[in-house]
């Protein structure tokens, strides 16, 4: 049975590690005989560029069609003086919410040739596997009204509604239990909930779901003492649960602890399995073109496709195994090499990772 992907390079670094990526994946899927199909699309700025829409009619339409959707990064300064609905990240935000994509799972692993690539000291980062659950498709992301206005009274203001339904807090609740359960079996939960009503309603949900999961220890936390805890001892969490724009923040702060952000991968699913996949961080303006950029994230996200909307565990084990065989043998890109290595290529890198794929 053929399987679609829709590959989205978008702007920036996009196209340059989404092309390591899916040399991994046309690798992976000769070998393993996935009949995967591909396809490519435009996203973001590059979308604007040609066709005046960040997010494009055939886009979107060959989005719901396909069984998964890789996506390298969108946005840029050329795009920033846009008004807010034209932007680049329209595109983004407007996948995710036209296919109800409202689970996203970042995982920050940190590999252990890696230690020492975090600015965090080895001893409080070795062994950390936490999974960073973040609400997608609600909030203050989404919250209507918004904008910007002029008082009666002449004065400007801006204005975004922070708001969660007790159904969009439950449905993300549970895939955060449901992780847990497979995991070490404990949840933190973090809101505002001691100034924000909307987060007082989070933790109550969160608590009345609970009780369907009585092996998971659940806590909850406030998001600024989580981003300090994040930071200072940050083994304490198995998995977080957060709405869109704590788990936005936080999740970037964890990329820290695993050595660099362009090591973090995410899926973001929906209620029918079919998922996104992207790295978390963004189109990195300051090094696009220079063939520099750390593919790994990206790559790492197409083992997470791999497992989640393509049933295919094999492989994307194969692909995570073949990452961890790159950083054993010292190749580093800039991002993570220590002031004694020498940084590869972008290419370099994904060179690495395909011949250590042919080995496993
Ligand atoms: P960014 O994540 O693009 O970059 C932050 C820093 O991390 C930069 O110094 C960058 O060089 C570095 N970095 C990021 N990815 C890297 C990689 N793979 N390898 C090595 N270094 C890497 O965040 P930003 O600078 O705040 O945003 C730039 C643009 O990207 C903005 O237009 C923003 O809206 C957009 N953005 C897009 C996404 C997305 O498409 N999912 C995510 C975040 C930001
Ligand atoms: C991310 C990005 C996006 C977000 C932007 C580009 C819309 O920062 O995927 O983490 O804020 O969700
Ligand atoms: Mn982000």
């Known amino acids: 049975m053929t399987k679609s992907v829709l590959v989205l390079p978008g702007d920036g670094i996009g196209p340059e ?12 899927n000769a070998r ?29 339409a060959a989005a719901r069609a396909a069984d998964a959707i890789l996506l390298g990064a969108v946005g840029g300064p050329q795009w920033d003086d846009l008004e807010m609905a034209q932007r680049p990240e329209k595109g983004l935000l407007g996948l995710r919410s036209n296919l109800n994509l409202f689970a996203n799972l970042r995982p920050a692993i940190l590999y252990p040739q890696l230690a020492g690539a975090s600015t965090l000291k ?10 960073i659950v973040r609400e997608l498709t609600g909030g203050i992301y989404f919250g209507e009204p918004r904008g ?3 008082r009666d009274d002449g004065v400007r203001e801006g204005f975004n509604t922070y708001v969660y339904s007790e159904p969009e807090i439950e449905r993300i609740a549970r895939v955060a239990f449901d992780a847990a359960m497979k995991r070490n079996r404990r949840l933190c939960s973090v809101d505002k909930a001691n100034v924000l009503e909307v987060t007082v309603l989070w933790r109550e949900v969160v608590k009345r779901v609970a009780r369907d999961y009585p092996e998971v220890e659940l806590s909850h936390m406030y998001v600024d003492n989580a981003a300090m805890q994040l930071v200072r001892a940050p083994k304490q969490f198995d998995v977080l649960v957060t709405g869109n724009m704590f788990g936005d923040i936080l999740s970037d702060c964890a990329a820290m602890l695993t050595g660099s952000i362009g090591m973090l991968p995410s899926a973001s699913l929906n209620e029918s399995g079919q998922g996104m996949y992207e790295p978390i961080h963004g189109s990195a303006p300051d090094i696009a073109g220079q063939g520099v950029a750390n593919p790994l994230a990206t790559i790492i996200s197409v083992a997470m496709m791999l497992r989640y909307s ?8 194969a692909i995570e195994r073949a990452v961890a065989d790159v950083l054993d043998q010292g190749l580093r890109t800039a991002d993570i090499a220590g002031p004694d290595e020498q940084p590869v290529s972008t290419r370099a890198m994904g060179d690495a990772v ?5 080995r496993h």
Do not use: H, M, N, Y
């Not at 005989?33 to 979107?60: H, K, M, Q």
């Not at 080895?122 to 999974?131: A, F, K, M, T, Y």
């Open 17 to 28: 590690i989404v092309a390591e990526a899916t040399r991994v994946l046309d690798a992976v």
């Open 32 to 60: 393993f005989g996935l009949g995967i199909e591909t396809r490519e699309a435009l996203v973001g700025g590059v979308a604007i560029d040609a066709e005046g829409s960040p997010l494009p009619d055939d886009t979107l």
């Open 122 to 131: 080895p001893e409080v980062v070795s062994g950390l596997d936490i999974l």
């Open 148 to 150: 910007i206005r002029t």
């Open 310 to 317: 393509l049933q295919a565990p094999a492989a994307a084990d």
């Open 354 to 358: 395909l011949a250590a794929l042919s």
